[in-house]
Structure formats: C-alpha cells, structure tokens
C-alpha cells in the first residue's frame, strides 16, 4: 500500500482512498501536472481529469474567530538553520530546504490547524520557473556582470503557500483638516520674490467602501514584500481543495492566527479609505484626518497558492527567489556590484553639477 504524504493527512477529514493517486492504465503513481491541469502517470505518462467542479464561497469571519479546526495526525517538519516550516512526503525528509539551501530539516512535534477550503493549482511548470528566473537575473541593472552570465536557478520548489482573503463592506465617518498652498509675491529691495503659505479647511463627511478578496499572507516564511510583488493570485476562481493538487508539492504551514490576519487586513483596509477619502479632495497639506470605520458583512477564505522557491548560488552565497506559478511574475534578490553603483551615483551627481552650473551662468 502506499504511503500517505503528510499533505494527505493534514488537508483531509476523511480517511484517502490511495487508488486516488493510481494510474487508471498501469496502476502507477500520478502527480499533477501544471502543465495539463490534470494528473499525470509518472510511468507511462497518461492524463485523468480530477474530478472537482467545485469553487469555494466565503465564510463567516465569526467562524473564523471563534474557532478553527485542528488536524491531530498532521506532521510539520521545520529546518534548524533558518527556521522555516513545511508539509513535505516522509521519505523527503532530508530533502534541501528551498529557503536556505541546508539539509537540516527535522521533524516536529507541531500541530498545523486550520484547513484550507480552496487551492490555486500551478499553472506553470518548474522549467518554466528556472527560464523565468535566469531571465530575471540577467536583466538586473546592478547585478555583476559575471552573475549575469553564469546565472543559474537552482533548488526549485513548487510550494503552496497559505494566504487568507478577506471580504468587508465599510461605513467610515471621518472629519478632518486640510491645506492648500498659496503663492504670493512681494518686492524685495526691487526684486519680485515668491512666499509661499498654507490656508486650511474643514473636512466632513461619509463613505462606503466595500472590499473584496483583501490578501494576507499566512505563513512568515516568504517575506511579504516579495509576495505583494508577485500578486495577484487567482484567489475567487479558486477551486475546492483536492489533495491531487498537491501531489508533486509541497505546503507551508501557516504560522500566523486567523484572528492576527483580520487585524493586519483592518489596518490594510483603514489605510486604503484614508486613501479615497483624500483622493476626494484638492489639497497639498495634511494636517490630519480621523476616521471612524464600521466593519460589516466580514467574510474570509483560507486558500492555497502556488509559488515557486528557488535560489542563485554566487560567490557561496544564495539569493532567494519566488515566482508566482500562476502567472509567471518574480521577485527577490540577486548580487549587486558596489562599482556599479558607485559609477551610477558619480554619474548622477555629474549630471546635477552640469545642470546647476547651466542655471547659474543664465
């Protein structure tokens, strides 16, 4: 019989069928293929359709807040060298950590939680990830020529990474005070010269905004300035998760609470009502603005996306990268020469020299 990957047992509430995975042809293993979006023999390469015509619905928030389900045979192996934490097959357990390249990866005794209502599938394949990040690589500015040149995607990793989404209607009443600024001129010792001041004005008033599919990141282990730059994610044609989905990858756990991903939602939220509230006005100065936010109809979902971890090696150092296996997008961080950049600010503070020496003989 075949053994049940950790994935199996964390993201299902009924005992698996391992006939599931089996090749309808020859009875071999099967994994997803992003390619195909469908399974695919790993011996004689047939195709099956996995049967999920399912999309998943928000939930209440409530229920998001007052308790969420925990899986007791669920298993967590984490890497002692930087701390990240991942659902991964049994027999990989030494497997190299996509994160730091080490193979200090134990087991333990953590329990996971929440389960995830929906997956994202990968849309595209690990040799597509490796040409998008050597691409990537050799295009940036300030990286080192001889990087650019030998630039290599290595230790790629189709991961699932756990995000919550949230949806929320708002009523905001605010008030506040802006400014605009005012030139005027006067003469001094008979040359015009421009003063510049502000005047002030009252705001007031009401505004709806309604939001949908607000993303937060539920896990630590990719930072969350790479994640927002590789977004979007297809969060709301998402299908209802299936564990042949995952076969072939592997899941971060999440390490951050429902109820701590609402709180950092709010804050996003907040900070994009300030937004259009301001956008409604004509000012240059903020002198401040208080807003009183009413949130309503809350709802979220807990979903799996795709991503691809992977690293450059230069110089004994790795550079982490991530790439959206949805949409091909990429961030992360590569070699910078110093020269270059040296060159790069000498030539800017030329340039400034040049022009004020210009201003200053006309």
């Known amino acids: 019989m075949t053994k049940k990957t950790t994935e199996e047992l964390l993201y299902n509430d009924e005992t698996l069928d391992t006939s599931t995975?089996?090749?309808?042809?020859?009875?071999?293993?099967?994994?997803?293929?992003?390619?195909?979006?469908?399974?695919?023999?790993?011996?004689?390469?047939?195709?099956?359709?996995?049967?999920?015509?399912?999309?998943?619905?928000?939930?209440?928030?409530?229920e998001l807040l007052q308790k969420g389900q925990v899986w007791e045979n669920a298993e967590v192996y984490q890497c002692k060298s930087c701390g990240a934490k991942e659902i991964i097959e049994d027999q990989e357990i030494s497997m190299e950590c996509p994160f730091c390249g080490t193979n200090n990866v134990i087991k333990t005794d953590e329990l996971p939680g929440l389960k995830p209502q929906g997956v994202a599938p990968f849309k595209i394949n690990k040799e597509e990830s490796a040409k998008i990040a050597v691409n990537?690589?050799?295009?940036?500015?300030?990286?080192?020529?001889?990087?650019?040149?030998?630039?290599k995607a290595q230790n790629i990793h189709g991961v699932y990474n756990p995000i919550f989404t949230f949806d929320a209607k708002t009523k905001n009443q605010y008030y506040?005070?802006?400014?605009?600024?005012?030139?005027?001129?006067k003469f001094v010792n008979?040359?015009?010269?421009a003063q510049?001041?502000?005047?002030?004005?009252?705001?007031?008033g009401e505004k709806n905004v309604d939001f949908d599919d607000v993303l937060v990141q539920a896990s630590t282990n990719i930072p969350a300035e790479y994640i927002k730059k590789i977004e979007p994610f297809p969060t709301n044609k998402a299908p209802k998760y299936k564990p042949e989905y995952l076969r072939g990858y592997s899941a971060n756990t999440y390490d951050k609470e429902g109820k701590d991903c609402w709180?950092?939602?709010?804050?996003?939220?907040?900070?994009?009502?300030?937004?259009?509230?301001?956008?409604?006005?004509?000012?240059?100065?903020?002198?401040?603005?208080?807003?009183?936010?009413?949130?309503?109809?809350?709802?979220?979902?807990?979903?799996?996306?795709?991503i691809y971890?992977?690293?450059?090696?230069?110089?004994?150092?790795?550079?982490?990268?991530?790439?959206?296996?949805?949409?091909?997008?990429?961030?992360?961080?590569?070699?910078?020469?110093?020269?270059?950049?040296?060159?790069?600010?000498?030539g800017i503070l030329l340039m400034i020299g040049a022009i004020s020496a210009i201003f200053a003989l006309s």
């Open 196 to 204: 510049t001041s502000t005047r002030y004005f009252d705001i007031r």
């Open 190 to 193: 008979g040359r015009r010269v």
């Open 136 to 151: 990537w690589a050799r295009k940036k500015i300030f990286a080192p020529n001889s990087f650019k040149k030998s630039a």
């Open 263 to 306: 709180e950092e939602c709010k804050s996003q939220m907040k900070k994009r009502i300030e937004s259009i509230i301001l956008k409604s006005y004509s000012y240059d100065v903020k002198q401040f603005l208080n807003v009183k936010t009413q949130f309503e109809n809350n709802k979220y979902k807990f979903v799996l996306v795709p």
């Open 21 to 62: 995975f089996k090749c309808p042809n020859c009875g071999g293993e099967s994994e997803f293929s992003a390619n195909d979006q469908k399974m695919k023999c790993l011996y004689c390469g047939s195709l099956f359709d996995i049967d999920n015509f399912e999309t998943i619905e928000e939930r209440s928030l409530d």
């Open 176 to 185: 506040g005070r802006l400014g605009r600024n005012v030139v005027s001129y």
């Open 309 to 346: 971890v992977g690293n450059y090696k230069y110089k004994n150092k790795l550079y982490n990268f991530y790439v959206n296996g949805d949409n091909g997008k990429i961030a992360g961080k590569t070699p910078i020469s110093v020269w270059k950049v040296l060159l790069t600010v000498f």
